[in-house]
Structure formats: C-alpha cells, structure tokens
C-alpha cells in the first residue's frame, strides 16, 4: 500500500501572504490533485497534474498557483491569503488520469488572521 | 455540465435504524457514480463505485444502485453502526470517450448515528 502525506497538517498565516502547502505520495501514480474542502460545498478541484511537470486548472484556480517537479510531490501556493481562504486543503492521487479511485490525504487546515 | 446534488446537510439517525443517504445527479453522459466516506480526522476513501453491468455495488454493509431513469445513486445500510457516523460524498465521472473524466462531488451529507 501507499500513503499521501500532507505538510504541514495546520497552516497559520496572515492576510495578504503567500503560503505553500505540500503533498508527497509514494503509490508512484500519475496524476495528482488539489481539493479544496468546505462545509457544505463539497470538495472543489483547483488544480490537477497528469505527469510531472504539468499542470491543469480546475474549477477554482484563481489565487492559487501549483507545482509538480517530481512525480511524487505536488504542491500548492495560495497568492495572497484572504480570510475566506480559511479551509481544509486535500491533496489526491490516482494512477492515471480518468482513473476514479483516488487516493486522499488527510489535509492541510489553513487560518488566515 | 456535470453535477450532483445531496439534499442532506445532516442526517441524524438512532443506531439500528436503515440509512439512506440521497444522490441525484445530471450529466451530458453515462456516468459512473461514486461514494466516498471521510471519518472525522481522516482523509476521504471511497466506499463504493457503480458497475456497469447493473450490478449493485456493496461494502462494508452499505450498497446504492444507479437508477438511470431517475438519475439517482442513493446510499444505504440496513442498520446503522456508530462507527458509521462520518461525511459521505457522492460523486461522478462522465467518462467521455477521449475527454476529461475529472470526479464532480457532491455538497457532501454527515451521517450522525446515536445510541
């Protein structure tokens, strides 16, 4: 089996700050995704990686920039916080694109002060 | 474009008691439907997957069924467990031949069984 770790686990930062949160997996999938969860909205895809190197937008891109140098990891920087940044951020993987069964992390919380 | 809908916000339910968790959806295509399970402080894992063949799906004591006609993949469980308490996703792939097969989730429904 695999794991999906996410660092850190809790994120404090203050508004207007850029913030980088991060995502390792060693199932050695392809493709790699940045969910963003909120009570009551579901899980919203902001940005995904077929292989490394690439990076797609997804539904909730703006303010946010991602990047994925190794096949392994995928990370994922918030510009410019805002304080309705506050959420939890969820990092998955599945072994190719298309492929339905992902595999989550157990998230990053961000605060924005 | 792809979307689905789960009416419950929150569910509370007596330990014992038959749980359905509802899920609707609309797509252009012939989806495949999920179900995904997140206990508290721990990452979402899936739970159950549609077949194509009408088959219905099971796991650990739950099972839904697509209903094509009604566009619906309801959630459920003869008899709810406390360890059952948990935020459940239902959600879709439109699996288009050569297109982008992103899962679409749902709002997301906490199932909270008491004693």
């Known amino acids: 089996g695999g794991i999906i770790t996410q660092t850190p686990k809790f994120l404090i930062g203050q508004e207007g700050q850029k913030l980088t949160l991060k995502c390792q997996q060693n199932?050695?999938?392809?493709?790699m995704y940045w969910y963003r969860q909120d009570s009551g909205k579901g899980l919203r895809l902001i940005y995904y990686?077929?292989?490394?190197?690439?990076?797609q937008k997804g539904d909730l891109s703006e303010g946010y920039d991602a990047s994925r140098e190794k096949k392994s990891s995928f990370s994922l920087t918030v510009t410019s916080a805002q304080k309705n940044e506050m959420a939890v951020f969820l990092c998955?993987?599945?072994?190719?694109?298309?492929?339905?069964?992902?595999?989550f992390g157990s998230g990053t919380r961000l605060t924005v002060l | 474009g792809d979307s689905v809908t789960q009416t419950e916000g929150l569910v509370t339910l007596t330990e014992g008691l038959p749980v359905m968790l509802n899920c609707t959806y609309q797509?252009?295509?012939?989806?495949?439907l999920f179900w995904y399970v997140q206990h508290l402080n721990e990452a979402p894992k899936l739970l159950l997957k549609?077949?194509?063949?009408?088959k219905r799906p099971e796991h650990q004591g739950f099972h839904a069924t697509l209903h094509k006609s009604s566009s619906s993949f309801h959630l459920q469980k003869s008899s709810a467990q406390l360890s059952d308490s948990a935020l459940y996703y239902c959600?879709?792939?439109?699996?288009?031949?050569?297109?982008?097969?992103?899962?679409?989730f749902g709002q997301g429904t906490v199932l909270s069984v008491i004693p």
């Open positions: 998955a993987s599945s072994i190719y694109r298309g492929a339905e069964t992902l595999y």
């Open positions: 990686s077929i292989t490394e190197n690439d990076l």
């Open positions: 199932f050695n999938h392809d493709t």
């Open positions: 797509s252009t295509y012939s989806p495949f």
């Open positions: 959600a879709l792939s439109p699996m288009a031949t050569g297109g982008n097969n992103k899962l679409t």
């Open positions: 549609s077949f194509t063949d009408n």
